[in-house]
């Protein structure tokens, strides 16, 4: 019972296996061969367009050697009537004609002037036709000469016939015609006309008789001889069975058609025909397909059509056939192979099919089992994803208050060594928040995702940076860390700088880990090579630590491998960094290399090519070296801390050692020994010497006195920003460390300053003038906007509160004028003394490019210079060194001086102007203020203001300020005029003293 059961199942997929097998052979041998048709239907489809394109090119071929034919047999025919005489017009003698419109058909009679040629009449004199058609071998053309009359052109003389076989004299081309138009302009018409009932190609030629147009020469060759010759041609290619080519004219006329030939397209047999037509004359190239009837048969067949158009004719050119005809010769043996391929599949099918059975329990087995792992897979990528994402939250949220407050901290009022040390917590804090977004980013460096982005940066300050960030790990276990960059890398890369970054900050890390206290550590940076648009740079990190083994140095860069297994005991670490960091370098088509031994020490490094950033082609050791530094070292050993320094000061200026300088002038003496200190300042206290000191050292290892006695003390860990930050601050500026220290551009090009203050004026061409810049001078916005109006500046200096028109209205009128005008608008910046960040906002909203603030800041204006105009070159500043004034501090020529950036000769030459125009203006001021005059009151202030924010005249510059806002505001009831001459009279004397 049970093998009944057994067979029955069996017998059932047997019959099931054999529907399905019979099924699958007829759906493939059909599928098979509606592919097969669509094969023969794509490649008749390529020859069909194949065929039409031969066609076109034969047609705008022949055409144009028929033309060509015209023009060389019309050149004879001219030739020979010019050569044996002239035409003239004989004015007194008329004659009566009787002339048909061509294209009316209407006859009349006009009373015409005689035209003759050598001295003979040429109306209707055809044996001078004759003549000249026989003498120059133009049986086969049409010739005439035309007179011209008011209706147009007669035609006077001919060998052209009418129908009736009759000269066609008489009939006349209408000066509607776009023939007349042309040659009465006195020009030659070549192409196609319409002439007495027939096409021609044809060429008109204007006739002259003392300067005017009297008639014209004309020669063409009738179209129906170029068509019949044409036709043949066309109906020689082959289009399946059925199929034929055509021929439109862009006037409808069907030129070549096997059933419409002659007829316009409003005359065709057939309404569907005229339809496809007009698709082809609104595509002008492409295909139609649609429904047709067949000759012998009553049934619609699908048709294409491949239509071109002959561009320089406007013709359409095209061909037509049936689809089915595409593929007739393998219908004849499709049914034949349908058979074959289904007795093909069931024997086939058979055997694989009791295989199928026999592995298909296996198959379900091992998918429910890959199921199973790939669900336990996913949701162990879920809990990864929501750990990191739960990690991130929990360390973002403290590190956010770390970041904040020790930003609060930098901006406050501490000195330089609790700055750094803040900006130091801010800088590992912002390194730790990228370390927790690498964590989120394993993913993409795990499957080979991790995209490098190419920008431009500083290679100093990311070494800064990095070193920074060391320095303070290597102090905390008292290593010496030492540091050394090639100077003749530019400034300005362009690469990865994050990517070069982390590798560096992992090698050093690992460097500072495994490198015992009072051991040494050194990154060095290196030029390999150099090309015209990129450099390699190599980096080298070495370190006197516990070394590396030779068979262990083979598998560092496996992933969670460590050098030894008690390595991860005593040091910790996850063994993936250098992993990482070789994975990141190979995709910068670079790799870390090793040389290493165990218990001396190892040295990494890598080299990276970088794109050179042409703007900034200038090499590390730019800065301006007017700067004289001495080293007073420890003794005959120089440490290795000296060398950094010096190494570093030898980048920004001279140095000299204490031993050697003799009677040198010395700007800053760095010491770094306490007796040689202690020494150094007996030495001092007895020659009263004022250079400031600078200790490189602990604070801890000076005694009260001597710590007193120095101007700046440079803790442990050091590095170059914060040598550099420790001679700015002894110089008078705030600010941190920067690249650009004392190098300025030289630019080409014209500027336009708008400025009505003669102070200010002279003071802008001195300092633009140095700069290298072409200045003009405009006293008030009307006089710019005549000069932009005539001339065209690379950039406009626009001051805003000027009398006659300001400085925004005067902007719209240069835009307007210029726009009307057609050409570009010049850029313009705003040059103001509102300090009001909405003021200066406002400015950018009206539409300029830009704003400078009074006073103007040196740098500020090579900002805008470089923005808008062309550098020449570049050349060391003038100041290496810049104070800032702040308004209200006493007065203080040389300060002023060095804040305006010019020479103590041109800022003496500029105040003294000043005072020399200093009662005339309080003179007017005093006068507004009698007479009430707010906005008068206002335009005088304003000026004083800007003369002295630009000469930095610190003590008058707040109450000035404060006039000029209660003017704006109205409030002009408490003015002190004797108060502001008071002011400005103690800065003259203290100038004079």
């Not at 009537?81 to 003698?93: A, Q, R, T, V």
């Not at 040196?858 to 105009?869: G, I, M, N, S």
Request: aromatic share 10%; proline share 2%.
């Amino acid at each position: 019972m049970i093998n009944n059961i057994i067979h029955r199942k069996r017998l059932r997929y047997l019959i099931a296996f054999v529907v399905f097998i019979t099924s699958a052979a007829f759906v493939l041998s059909l599928h098979t061969s509606i592919k097969i048709r669509g094969f023969f239907i794509e490649n008749s489809k390529f020859l069909l367009e194949n065929n039409v394109l031969l066609l076109k090119q034969s047609v705008e071929q022949f055409y144009i050697q028929a033309i060509d034919n015209v023009s060389l047999h019309f050149r004879f025919f001219r030739n020979s009537i010019y050569e044996n005489g002239n035409f003239s017009l004989d004015k007194s003698s008329e004659v009566v004609m009787e002339v048909e419109d061509q294209t009316t058909s209407l006859k009349h009679n006009i009373k015409i002037p005689l035209m003759l040629y050598n001295d003979k009449p040429v109306m209707d004199n055809s044996a001078l036709m004759d003549h000249f058609v026989k003498s120059t071998n133009t049986e086969g053309l049409t010739s005439t000469v035309f007179q011209v009359v008011d209706q147009g052109l007669l035609r006077i003389s001919t060998n052209l016939l009418t129908p009736d076989k009759k000269y066609a004299v008489g009939t006349f081309i209408p000066a509607s015609s776009p023939v007349y138009n042309k040659v009465m302009k006195g020009e030659r018409y070549i192409g196609r006309a319409y002439v007495v009932g027939k096409w021609y190609w044809a060429i008109y030629e204007p006739i002259t008789s003392e300067n005017q147009i009297i008639g014209v020469l004309y020669m063409g060759l009738e179209e129906d001889d170029l068509t019949n010759i044409l036709e043949k041609t066309f109906m020689s290619v082959r289009i399946g069975l059925s199929g034929y080519p055509f021929l439109q004219d862009d006037k409808g006329n069907i030129l070549i058609h096997p059933f419409d030939a002659g007829k316009n397209m409003s005359h065709v047999a057939t309404p569907d025909g005229k339809v496809i037509f007009d698709i082809m004359r609104a595509q002008k190239d492409g295909w139609v397909e649609y429904k047709y009837p067949k000759q012998g048969s009553r049934l619609l067949h699908d048709k294409v059509t491949r239509f071109m158009t002959i561009e320089s004719l406007g013709w359409i050119v095209g061909a037509g056939a049936y689809e089915d005809e595409f593929y007739t010769g393998f219908t004849q043996y499709e049914i034949t192979y349908s058979i074959f391929v289904i007795v093909v599949i069931l024997v086939v099918g058979s055997g694989v099919g009791v295989t199928i059975f026999n592995t298909n329990r296996k198959l379900l087995d091992q998918s429910e089992q890959l199921q199973k792992l790939a669900v336990d897979a996913e949701e162990a990528n879920i809990a990864k994803s929501a750990f990191l994402a739960n990690m991130s939250h929990e360390i973002r949220t403290p590190l956010n208050s770390i970041m904040g407050f020790s930003d609060l901290l930098c901006a406050s009022d501490i000195n330089a060594n609790d700055k750094e040390y803040a900006l130091t917590i801010s800088q590992s804090a912002r390194s730790l928040l990228s370390i927790i977004n690498d964590i989120l980013d394993i993913s993409k460096i795990e499957s080979g995702k991790v995209e490098l982005f190419k920008e431009e940066f500083d290679l100093n300050l990311m070494l800064d940076y990095v070193i920074k960030m060391i320095s303070v790990r290597a102090s905390e276990k008292d290593i010496n860390f030492l540091f050394y960059c090639d100077t003749n890398i530019p400034a300005k890369l362009i690469g990865d700088s994050e990517r070069i970054q982390q590798v560096l900050m992992n090698l050093l890390g690992n460097a500072v880990k495994f490198t015992e206290k009072g051991g040494e550590i050194r990154l060095s940076v290196f030029m390999a090579d150099k090309a015209d648009d990129t450099v390699d740079v190599r980096f080298e990190v070495h370190d006197t630590g516990i070394g590396i083994s030779e068979a262990a140095v083979a598998h560092i860069f496996e992933p969670f491998h460590q050098a030894d297994a008690g390595i991860n005991r005593k040091y910790g670490g996850t063994g993936l960094g250098l992993t990482i960091c070789n994975k990141i370098l190979h995709i910068m088509e670079s790799e870390i290399r090793v040389y290493s031994s165990e218990g001396v020490g190892s040295t990494f490094d890598f080299t990276v090519s970088f794109e050179k950033d042409e703007k900034h082609i200038k090499p590390l050791d730019n800065r301006k070296k007017n700067t004289a530094f001495c080293i007073y070292g420890s003794g005959d050993s120089e440490s290795n801390t000296e060398k950094m320094v010096a190494n570093y000061l030898r980048s920004i200026g001279d140095v000299v050692y204490y031993n050697d300088y003799g009677s040198k002038e010395i700007d800053i003496l760095f010491c770094f020994d306490p007796l040689k200190l202690r020494e150094y300042i007996l030495l001092n206290l007895e020659q009263k010497n004022d250079i400031p000191v600078v200790f490189v050292g602990e604070e801890n290892s000076l005694d009260a006195e001597a710590s007193s006695m120095v101007s700046a003390i440079i803790s442990h860990p050091v590095y170059p920003s914060k040598i550099y930050n420790i001679i700015m601050q002894l110089c008078g500026i705030g600010g941190m460390y920067s690249d650009n220290a004392g190098i300025e551009s030289i630019y080409s090009g014209t500027v336009l300053v708008a400025e009505d203050n003669h102070t200010n004026q002279l003071l802008m061409k001195i300092l633009l003038e140095g700069m290298g810049v072409n200045v003009v001078f405009a006293a008030d916005g009307k006089e710019a906007l005549e000069y932009c109006s005539e001339q065209t500046p690379d950039l406009v200096l626009m001051d805003i509160n000027m009398p006659v028109m300001d400085g925004v209205s005067a902007f719209r009128e240069i835009k307007k004028a210029r726009a009307l005008a057609g050409e570009d608008m010049v850029p313009v910046v705003a040059l103001t003394a509102n300090a009001v960040k909405s003021d200066r906002d406002s400015y950018l909203q009206v539409g300029m490019d830009d704003y400078l603030s009074k006073p103007v800041n040196k740098d500020e204006l090579h900002r805008v210079l470089k923005k808008y105009l062309k550098v020449l070159k570049t050349r060391p500043a003038g100041n290496f060194y810049k104070n800032v004034t702040h308004a209200g501090q006493a007065y203080d020529k040389q300060t002023s001086i060095r804040n305006v950036g010019i020479s103590e000769k041109d800022y003496d030459m500029i105040i003294s102007q000043l005072f020399q125009n200093l009662d005339n203006d309080m003179k007017m001021l005093e006068d507004a203020v009698s007479e009430g005059d707010a906005k008068n009151i206002y335009c005088i202030l304003h000026y004083l203001k800007g003369a002295a924010m630009n000469l930095h005249i610190s003590t008058v510059i707040p109450l000035l300020e404060e006039y000029c806002t209660k003017a704006k505001s109205g409030d002009i009831e408490s003015f002190d005029t004797q108060r502001i001459r008071a002011l400005f009279e103690q800065v003259k004397d203290k100038i004079n003293a």
